[in-house]
């Protein structure tokens, strides 16, 4: 795309040009030069534009995230399961285990434990097993 100042040139060029040998054209392609100028100006105008709106619809987004940030903060029902949680974990550390876990509970986890020490091998399931690998032994072949 040409800039504006080539643009110029080239229309006081064909101006110059187009009133000495042929007066009756000129007229024509002169508007038709200014109307590419005008054209031009005008997408430079939109480019501007459009940086602008994109600036203020970035700096409206940031804004309207605090905005709503805030606004979840005052949410009844958030603030009744986060108090839940945060009551729930208190309760654990205090007893040190599950909350209100009995003697079944208890049960349950020592049987499903032994299980799967049987369906594995035993061992301690809470550490990663150690793995032993042996190259294999290649005979040659006799010929």
Not at 39 to 53: D, N
Not at 88 to 106: E, F, I
């Amino acid at each position: 795309m040409r800039s504006a100042a080539q643009t110029r040139r080239l229309s006081d060029v064909l101006e110059r040009h187009t009133t000495s040998h042929n007066p009756p054209h000129s007229d024509i392609l002169l508007k038709s030069v200014k109307s590419k100028m005008a054209l031009h100006r005008l997408i430079q105008l939109s480019s501007m534009l459009r940086s602008s709106v994109s600036l203020t619809l970035r700096r409206n987004i940031g804004l309207s995230a605090v905005v709503f940030n805030r606004a979840k903060d005052l949410d009844p029902i958030q603030k009744l399961f986060l108090d839940k949680i945060r009551s729930y974990k208190t309760k654990s550390r205090a007893s040190g285990g599950v909350v209100d876990g009995d003697a079944s509970y208890d049960k349950n986890v020592s049987d499903e434990i032994l299980k799967l020490q049987r369906l594995y091998g035993g061992g301690d399931l809470d550490k990663f097993p150690e793995l032993k690998f042996t190259d294999p032994t290649h005979d040659e072949v006799a010929k």
